[in-house]
C-alpha cells in the first residue's frame, strides 16, 4: 500500500489503544457437573478448563477474554495462527490510496443468530456502539475511523482521520466484532450475547459457561463438536486434576506441569504468543531509572536463559531482549545473538559507573502472588545484587497491582505484557512514545514516533516491518523503560481423545475444529 503524509504524533496515541493487561488468572470452581455426551449429531462435547470471564460484551472486554466471545461472536477480519489478516464476516478489503478510507466486502448469506441478517447496517451500528459506549474499552482503537458509512447491503465503508495502518487489525479483535442490530442495544447485552458465530450461549454460572452448537450457523459443516463447557477454575493445580481424572477434555497449563502431563498419558501442546515478562520501570519514582545508561545495565545484568531454565516459568518462556517472539512479523531476527545486549556482569558494572552509579541503587520491584512471578522475583533480585543494586520484592494482590501500575504507582512492574493485539502499534506507542501511558518517565526514543508513523502507513505487515524493526531496534540499544525477559509460551494439556487443538500467536483460538472422540 502507498505511503500517506505524515500526521502529528498526537494522532498516534488517539489511533491507538492502550491495550496491555496482566493476564487474568481469575478464581473458579471444580468442574461439577456435565458429561462428556454429543448431540444428536454424534459430535461430543468439549470441556475446557481455563480463566475467569467478566463480560459477554466485546465492547466491554479485556484483552485476555475473548476466548469467551469467540464462541457467538464473529469480527470483520480474522487473523491465522501467524497473526496475519484472513477473511472473517468480510471476504475482501482494501485500504485507498490516500489511506482515507477503508472498505470491506460482507459474507452473503450469515444469519444472527436471533435470525437478523448480516448487513452493511447492521456493522454500522455495531462499529458506532463500540465507538461511542461511555465505558467502551475499544473506543481508542476505533479512534481512527470518523465515520462508518453502508455503501450498499454488502459494501462498508470506514472514513479514517489518522494513521491507517493498524485498522484491518482492530478490525479482527473485539472492535470488529459484530452484535445483532436487534440486540446491539440492549441493556443485557453482557450477559445475553447474540452474534454470527457457531455456538449460542446457553448458560453461565459463577463455575461455568456452557455453548452449545447453532443449527444455523454459516459454516455448520467446519463444526467438528456439539458445544463447549468452559469450566472457570482459577487454580491450574486443580484443572490439572480434573484433566487427568477425565472431568476435563483440555486445560491452560503451568509449563512445569509438563513433565507430569506426559507421564499421566496426557498430551501437551505448547506454542509462541505475543505476551511478554518484562520489568516496567518507572524513572519519576525512581531517578536512576531516566538515565539510559542505567536501563542498559539492568538488560545486560540479566541472565535470560538461567531464567527460563530455572524459574517458574521452566519450559513455558523463551529468552528475549524484545517485545515480539520469533515467528511473528514484528520479530527482529538476530537481535538476541548480538553480543552488545548479551548477558555480562562486568559489562552492566561498566555501564553503572559510567552513569555515576558505581555503588548501586535500590528500588521495590512489585509483582502479584502468583508462584511463578514470585520465584522469577527472587533471581532478578540476586542477579541485580550482583552490580550493587538492591531489590525489595512487593508481592501485591493481582487486582490491586494492576490498578497501582495503571495509575503508575510503582516503582517498578515485573509482570505479563500484551504485545500483540490488537496490533503491536498499540503496546509500541503505550510504552515507547513520550506520550504514552505506560511510559511514565515520558522516556523520549528520537526518531521513535516517525518510525510508528511509517509503520502505520500500509495495512500490509511485509510493508510495516522495516520501520518497526528500526524501532525496535531504537528502543532495545538506547534502554528499554520496559526491560524485556522472555516471551510466554502457551501452554495447554490435553486427554488423547482430543484431536484438531493448535495454538495460534495471537491466542486467537478457533473452537470449532476441535473434536473428542468418544
Given amino acids: 500500500m502507498p505511503s500517506r503524509p505524515p500526521t502529528p504524533r498526537r494522532a498516534i496515541a488517539m489511533a491507538m489503544a492502550a491495550v496491555l493487561a496482566l493476564s487474568s488468572c481469575g478464581g473458579g470452581a471444580d468442574s461439577g457437573g456435565g458429561t462428556n455426551a454429543g448431540s444428536s449429531t454424534g459430535k461430543a462435547e468439549i470441556r475446557f478448563g481455563g480463566t475467569v470471564m467478566s463480560t459477554f460484551d466485546p465492547a466491554l472486554s479485556g484483552v485476555y477474554q475473548q476466548s469467551f466471545l469467540t464462541p457467538v461472536y464473529e469480527s470483520l477480519l480474522s487473523r491465522d495462527a501467524a497473526g496475519e489478516l484472513v477473511p472473517g464476516l468480510a471476504t475482501e478489503w482494501k485500504l485507498s490510496d490516500d489511506g482515507k478510507t477503508f472498505d470491506v466486502t460482507l459474507r452473503d448469506g450469515v444469519k444472527f443468530q436471533d435470525g437478523a441478517t448480516l448487513n452493511a447496517d447492521a456493522v454500522k451500528r455495531s462499529i458506532e456502539r463500540g465507538k461511542n459506549l461511555p465505558k467502551s474499552l475499544v473506543k481508542a482503537q476505533l479512534n481512527v475511523v470518523t465515520s462508518v458509512e453502508a455503501v450498499d447491503a454488502t459494501h462498508v465503508r470506514f472514513h479514517l482521520d489518522g494513521p491507517p495502518g493498524s485498522i484491518g487489525n482492530?478490525?479482527?479483535s473485539e472492535a470488529g466484532m459484530i452484535i445483532s442490530p436487534q440486540a446491539v442495544d440492549n441493556p443485557d447485552l453482557a450477559a445475553?450475547?447474540?452474534?454470527?458465530g457457531a455456538y449460542t450461549l446457553v448458560s453461565k454460572t459463577d463455575s461455568e459457561i456452557v455453548y452449545q452448537a447453532w443449527d444455523g450457523y454459516w459454516n455448520k459443516d467446519a463444526?467438528?463438536?456439539?458445544?463447549?463447557?468452559?469450566?472457570?477454575?482459577?487454580?491450574?493445580?486443580?484443572r490439572f486434576r480434573a484433566l487427568a481424572s477425565g472431568q476435563l477434555d483440555l486445560i491452560g497449563m503451568d509449563g512445569a506441569q509438563m513433565a507430569e502431563a506426559e507421564s499421566a498419558g496426557l498430551k501437551v501442546v505448547q506454542g509462541a504468543s505475543t505476551n511478554l515478562v518484562g520489568i516496567l520501570l518507572n524513572p519519576k519514582a525512581v531517578p536512576e531509572f531516566a538515565d539510559p545508561l542505567v536501563r542498559q545495565a539492568i538488560m545486560r545484568v540479566i541472565d535470560r536463559q538461567a531464567i527460563t531454565d530455572n524459574s517458574g516459568f521452566t519450559g513455558a518462556c523463551t529468552p528475549s531482549a524484545q517485545p515480539f517472539p520469533e515467528g511473528y512479523w514484528a520479530h527482529v531476527d538476530g537481535l538476541e545473538n548480538d553480543p552488545g545486549l548479551s548477558y555480562d556482569v562486568a559489562a552492566a558494572k561498566d555501564l553503572l559507573a559510567k552513569a555515576g552509579k558505581s555503588d548501586g541503587f535500590s528500588f521495590t520491584l512489585s509483582t502479584i502472588a502468583f508462584p511463578a512471578f514470585s520465584s522469577l522475583a527472587q533471581i532478578l533480585q540476586a542477579q541485580l545484587d550482583q552490580i550493587g543494586v538492591k531489590v525489595k520484592i512487593n508481592v501485591m494482590d493481582t487486582s490491586a497491582y494492576i490498578v497501582a501500575r495503571g495509575a503508575g504507582n510503582l516503582e517498578a512492574g515485573l509482570g505479563q505484557y500484551a504485545t500483540g493485539r490488537p496490533d503491536p502499534s498499540a503496546f509500541l506507542q503505550t510504552m515507547y512514545l513520550p506520550d504514552g501511558m505506560y511510559n511514565w518517565g515520558k522516556i523520549d526514543y528520537p526518531g521513535a514516533a516517525d518510525l510508528l508513523m511509517k509503520s502505520l502507513a500500509s495495512t500490509d505487515?511485509?510493508?510495516?516491518s522495516a520501520p518497526t524493526h528500526e524501532l525496535i531496534n531504537l528502543v532495545t540499544r538506547t534502554g528499554p523503560n520496559l526491560v524485556p525477559i522472555c516471551a510466554l509460551k502457551q501452554t495447554f494439556g490435553t486427554s488423547t481423545a482430543v484431536e484438531g487443538f493448535g495454538t495460534t500467536l495471537l491466542q486467537e483460538y478457533d473452537w470449532r475444529g476441535i473434536s473428542v472422540k468418544k
Fill in 170 to 172: 482492530i478490525l479482527a
Fill in 223 to 238: 463444526v467438528q463438536n456439539s458445544g463447549i463447557r468452559y469450566v472457570q477454575q482459577q487454580d491450574s493445580s486443580a
Fill in 461 to 464: 505487515t511485509a510493508e510495516r
Fill in 192 to 196: 445475553k450475547p447474540v452474534g454470527t
